[in-house]
């Protein structure tokens, strides 16, 4: 059977971009793959986070994944931090990863000019740790948004360095994945670019009915259309994008009907739009509430998952080791 990994940072709580770009397909990739979805704990220490925040956020992500519809019994639900062969795979593969190639990566330089005080190494080898995430399971599919692809073909570029310069076929090259279509980016709300926790534009998962009323109420629109069949421009756009993956195909086929005849309502739009976010997440809300308080369940699963996770990481640790020369006395 193939294998399967994924994570998402424990910077918070997880939005719709997360939802769609990831966790949606995680849930549904559990029933016929050999799955690990992990909390990335490690991945969120490169902003400093406060240290009482910290085990805060790993519980978020960690409720939110079962809410959502992980199974713990079909797929090895685990934290990053819990693992302590990820760290040590994560030091071997620095040492065949070059200083050049992850400063010119695009994400190391995006985030090193969000935060110019901080440019730390965890920040430059974060692909790194990521590949040592992937690799740790050798898995063969990464489902991910968008923003993702290039950390994952990094990681196929590690693996397969790793490989030539020892002369094996250990590491598999994994492939980004979103069942055979291209991988997704859902937008903010402000008009522009993607959705994400740092860009303070979110939908939340947990998110109360209201409050997510109130954000697409506020969501940046136009004048409206003047000509038929007029290209959207981008907040518009938008709007529909995410309309696309919560509503049903009639719902946006009337609005794209609307728009092109200059109709549109974007009070209308966005009611429905609203309506439409709120009945996929309002089931997930519920779980989340039924379970964060759950410190026993969480425990259980948790160390679980811990327990699983290892045996497959020390088994691909100890052919790494025996690959590059160590031994035992
Ligand atoms: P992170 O925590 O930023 O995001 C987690 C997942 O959510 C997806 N995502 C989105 N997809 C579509 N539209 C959006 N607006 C959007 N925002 C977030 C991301 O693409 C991602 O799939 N480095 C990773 C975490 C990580 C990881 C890994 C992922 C660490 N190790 C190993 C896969 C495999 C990250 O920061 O994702």
Not at 34 to 57: G, I, Q, R
Not at 123 to 130: G, K, N, S
Not at 256 to 284: F, M
Request: hydrophobic share 35%; net charge neutral.
């Amino acid at each position: 059977m193939q294998t399967v990994l994924s994570g998402i940072r424990s910077t918070g709580n997880l939005h719709l971009g997360n939802y769609y770009g990831a966790l949606r397909n995680f849930i549904k990739m559990q029933d016929q793959y050999n799955c690990y979805f992990f909390v990335a704990d490690y991945h969120s220490l490169t902003t400093h986070p406060d240290p009482k925040m910290l085990h805060e956020n790993v519980k978020n992500v960690l409720t939110e994944y079962l809410a959502a519809g992980l199974d713990p019994e079909k797929s090895t639900l685990y934290v990053q931090s819990d693992i302590p062969e990820i760290s040590e795979l994560y030091l071997l593969l620095n040492m065949h990863a070059y200083m050049g190639e992850l400063a010119k990566t695009p994400s190391f330089k995006e985030k090193a000019r969000k935060q110019p005080e901080n440019v730390n190494a965890g920040l430059l080898t974060y692909p790194v740790l990521q590949a040592a995430d992937i690799l740790i399971h050798r898995a063969d599919f990464v489902p991910v948004g968008k923003d993702q692809e290039q950390h994952i073909e990094l990681t196929r570029k590690f693996g397969r360095r790793f490989n030539n310069f020892y002369g094996v076929e250990f590491f598999p090259e994994p492939q980004a994945f979103n069942f055979g279509t291209n991988l997704i980016k859902i937008p903010g709300l402000d008009g522009s670019g993607k959705m994400g926790k740092s860009e303070g534009n979110c939908i939340y998962l947990k998110d109360d009915p209201k409050t997510i009323e109130k954000k697409v109420k506020r969501a940046l629109t136009d004048q409206g259309p003047t000509e038929h069949n007029q290209e959207k421009p981008e907040c518009i756009e938008n709007l529909f994008t995410i309309l696309r993956v919560v509503s049903t195909p009639e719902v946006v086929g009337y609005f794209e009907e609307k728009w092109n005849t200059c109709e549109i309502r974007y009070g209308d739009l966005k009611k429905q739009l609203a309506e439409d976010i709120i009945a996929v997440t309002s089931p997930i809300r519920e779980r989340i509430l039924a379970i964060e308080n759950d410190n026993d369940y969480l425990h259980k699963v948790a160390k679980l998952g811990a327990e699983k996770a290892r045996e497959s990481a020390s088994k691909t640790l100890n052919a790494v080791r025996e690959i590059m020369g160590f031994k035992a006395f």
